[in-house]
């Protein structure tokens, strides 16, 4: 088992800044992939970040290339979120996952999900 606990949402103004946590508990050393998705209530949940595990190779999607990070520190089993130039679109809860066997942007490559934070960008 993986558990998986995320923090630093909260509420920002556009164009703010925010750096999401995620600490991973657990069989650690199993995780392939790990990867931020953002869902609203009532849609689909949308890949945003994911990175190898193992590697350190990174997939984006197009709404955040070039303004989101996503890192790890495998001494701290943690993986970060770090969102620059905050728009009133990224106004989502934020879920981290962790998969074993695939990795990219598709929610069902994931087996493991945490309970999320929501992060508020106000215009």
């Known amino acids: 088992q993986v558990q998986l606990v995320e923090s630093g949402g909260g509420s920002v103004q556009a164009g703010g800044s925010l750096r999401l946590s995620c600490a991973v508990s657990g069989f650690t050393y199993a995780t392939y992939c790990m990867a931020w998705f953002r869902q609203a209530l009532g849609k689909e949940r949308e890949g945003v970040a994911a990175?190898?595990?193992?590697?350190?190779?990174?997939h984006y999607a197009d709404s955040v290339k070039g303004r989101f990070t996503i890192s790890q520190d495998n001494a701290k089993n943690t993986v970060y979120l770090e969102m620059n130039r905050l728009k009133p679109e990224d106004n989502y809860m934020y879920y981290c996952?962790?998969?074993?066997?695939?990795?990219?942007?598709?929610?069902?490559?994931?087996?493991?999900w945490g309970q999320g934070t929501q992060v508020t960008v106000s215009s």
């Open positions: 990175i190898y595990t193992h590697g350190g190779r990174t």
């Open positions: 996952a962790a998969a074993l066997f695939a990795c990219g942007l598709s929610a069902s490559a994931y087996d493991y």
